[in-house]
């Protein structure tokens, strides 16, 4: 029997069509909401519908209304106007062929839930009243780029970190600005706070460190033999720091005696949701590579269907939504789809199988049509209308999204490349991802060090810094599923959704692919799902 509820919105015919496992198309729904009786019109369109079928189809709809159903039928039958939430013709396959939920496992330390075969049980999903729901995007550069490339424009970008970043150190040592150091005499005590210049080790062994602010350089060495000197493995070009220290006899140089981060404060406390609600955190999808796993994706997309499922009322995507074009060496050998417009229009047709009263927020990545230069913008408007299922909000990389209360920072992770080169293998590698994670957030800048794998463009403020501490991290990038806890913050790189590629397996990567994580935003636990 049809449950009846108050249908003046798109998005409730959506969620009722949900609940008894059927997708429709945008104008079968806009059909349905413009009849006298959306209730009458809706429970006579699910009668009607032969039990085979997965879709209900705009002409469905309207032979219901032209047996009489719906006291408005003309009237329903002539609209045309964009309902708030779409769902789309390509539905996977029934996911009542199979049945029972899988077991779930939370927690920091959670397992993994196997969802491969859970797609059967219950009426689908049935998610919240939207009023309930809340979405604010911060940071978001979509349109606000100011960089013409000129040399003024990284000297105004970099001085921008150097004071954000400065400040929240400022508070923890009494720093004096270079020039005034060198006036100083020797033997006193004194601090620095800038943004690192060099680094290079000593005939001895020690540690040099030319630290920069906007008065110019000082020296300063760290002796190896200090129970802080692992810290300078650390130390990226370009990053902010404060140090501690005494002045040499001379007033030339400065014996370091402590070294800080602008880092996550140790009483940071994460702020969470005021009721149940659940948020899929994925990236790098990848359609139109040959390795584009399409039976998981369906499969991930069944289950949101499903009752277990009824929580998740948000989805968000770090990046990469298509393979690209001309990303890497022999890469059209790799391709499914060689056009980029073909494969976002064939990305927008798989969005198009997510529930329809799920909010979607995504921004782009390094395979993305978008500049690489960070920070990137959203998708320009032709891009934005191809990926108009959803009415998905579409924001720059990195942006800060705050949902329920909860803001979460999202950012492809090109940068973590960089931190895993760059750091020794006990403290930064693909397979444990969360881990440099962890130092971008003790580093409060997404992207600290300008160069080899980043590429920045200046603006007149550096987008990438982390002035407010989020509540969730999350990247992608990397291929690899890794989560947990650094100081409170959950971070959470997400795998993807693309089986090894030959140019993978010459660079040795082995991906985690098929993984989705959903999160609790009222206790930031974390369940695992697999769908391959």
Not at 389 to 409: C, F, Q
Not at 435 to 440: A, C, I
């Amino acid at each position: 029997m049809l449950r009846v509820v108050p249908l003046e919105a798109p998005a409730r015919i959506v969620r009722e069509l949900v609940r008894h496992g059927y997708n429709a198309d945008r104008e079968a729904v806009t059909l349905i909401a413009s009849a006298d009786d959306p209730a009458e019109t809706l429970e006579a369109v699910v009668e009607a519908t032969p039990d085979d079928a997965l879709t209900i189809t705009t002409e469905q709809v309207r032979r219901v209304l032209s047996d009489g159903k719906g006291s408005n039928a003309n009237k329903a039958a002539s609209a045309n106007s964009n309902p708030s939430v779409s769902t789309g013709a390509n539905r996977p396959k029934d996911h009542s062929e199979t049945g029972g939920d899988p077991p779930e496992t939370k927690g920091d330390s959670a397992g993994i839930a196997d969802a491969s075969t859970a797609f059967g049980g219950g009426d689908g999903a049935d998610r919240g009243d939207a009023a309930h729901r809340s979405i604010e995007i911060a940071n978001d550069m979509t349109g606000r780029s100011t960089g013409t490339g000129e040399y003024d424009d990284f000297v105004d970008v970099f001085r921008d970190r150097f004071e954000r970043l400065s400040n929240q150190l400022r508070g923890r040592v009494n720093h004096r600005p270079t020039d005034t150091l060198e006036a100083m005499g020797g033997n006193s005590d004194a601090a620095i706070v800038g943004m690192v210049n060099d680094i290079r080790s000593t005939a001895s062994g020690h540690w040099l460190i030319e630290l920069e602010d906007t008065s110019g350089t000082f020296p300063c060495l760290v002796m190896k033999d200090r129970e802080f000197a692992d810290l300078v493995d650390e130390l990226l070009l370009d990053e902010v720091i404060a140090v501690e220290g005494t002045l040499a006899d001379d007033g030339g140089i400065l014996f370091v005696d402590s070294l800080y981060f602008p880092d996550v404060p140790r009483t940071f406390e994460p702020s969470t949701a005021d009721r149940h609600v659940q948020a899929a955190l994925i990236s790098d999808v990848h359609v139109g590579s040959q390795e584009f796993m399409e039976d998981a994706w369906n499969r991930f997309a069944n289950w949101l269907h499903t009752e277990a499922a009824e929580s998740v009322e948000y989805l968000l995507i770090a990046g990469d939504m298509v393979e690209g074009v001309g990303i890497y060496p022999d890469q059209d050998d790799e391709l499914d789809i060689v056009d980029i417009y073909d494969q976002y229009e064939a990305f927008a047709e798989h969005l198009k199988s997510i529930p329809g009263d799920i909010e979607i927020i995504m921004i782009p990545g390094n395979h993305d049509a978008v500049r690489l230069a960070e920070p990137q913008p959203g998708f320009d408007e032709e891009l934005r209308d191809i990926m108009s299922a959803h009415d998905a909000r579409i924001t720059s990389n990195p942006s800060t999204v705050t949902i329920e209360g909860v803001s979460v920072l999202m950012y492809h992770g090109v940068s973590l490349d960089e931190i895993i080169a760059e750091f020794p293998d006990e403290k930064a590698t693909y397979d444990e991802p969360e881990k440099p994670m962890y130092h971008l957030l003790k580093k409060r800048h997404v992207a600290p060090q300008y160069g080899g794998h980043m590429r920045l463009a200046p603006e007149e403020k550096d987008y990438l810094v982390i002035d407010e501490v989020p509540d969730i991290f999350h990247t992608g990038h990397v291929h690899k599923l890794g989560y947990g806890k650094y100081r409170n913050v959950l971070a959470i790189n997400s795998g993807c959704w693309q089986a090894q590629t030959d140019f993978q397996k010459s660079v040795n990567i082995d991906p985690d692919s098929g993984y989705a994580p959903i999160v609790d935003l009222d206790t930031l636990d974390t369940t695992i799902r697999k769908f391959f």
